[in-house]
Nanobody, 119 residues
Framework: QLQLVQSGGGLVQAGDSLRLSCEVSGRALNYYTFAWFRQAPGKEHEYERVATIGQSGTVTYEDSVKGRFTISRDNADNTVYLQMESLKPDDTSVYYC???????????WGQGTQVTVSL
């Protein structure tokens, strides 16, 4: 069983940077595809995938975060990161890391972390 424990997040101002971490235990990272999802205020049950890193290391991004967010993983530390730059108020959400053996099926989720971006 895979466990994902998130850290990071908080309240920042527009234009600031923030890094989210997702510490993984239970199995080596390279067996899984990892993604960061977010759930915006008032949008319960709507999860927007913002970044994905595949087993081979291939990364993809949702259009609104391209050039600002970077997903990465450190196999030695068993941690997946989301570096967020030039944050905007629209980025305010609860962010979740997730893992799955297939890029379309994420079975394992972190506990979520709030990111709030003020003007």
């Amino acid at each position: 069983q895979l466990q994902l424990v998130q850290s990071g997040g908080g309240l920042v101002q527009a234009g600031d940077s923030l890094r989210l971490s997702c510490e993984v235990s239970g199995r080596a990272l390279n067996y899984y595809t990892f993604a960061w999802f977010r759930q915006a205020p008032g949008k319960e049950h709507e999860y927007e995938r913002v970044a994905t890193i595949g087993q081979s290391g291939t990364v993809t991004y949702e259009d609104s975060v391209k050039g600002r967010f970077t997903i990465s993983r450190d196999n030695a530390d068993n941690t997946v990161y989301l570096q967020m730059e030039s944050l905007k108020p629209d980025d305010t959400s609860v962010y979740y890391c997730a893992a799955g053996l297939m890029p379309t099926n994420f079975n394992f989720w972190g506990q979520g972390t709030q990111v709030t971006v003020s003007l």
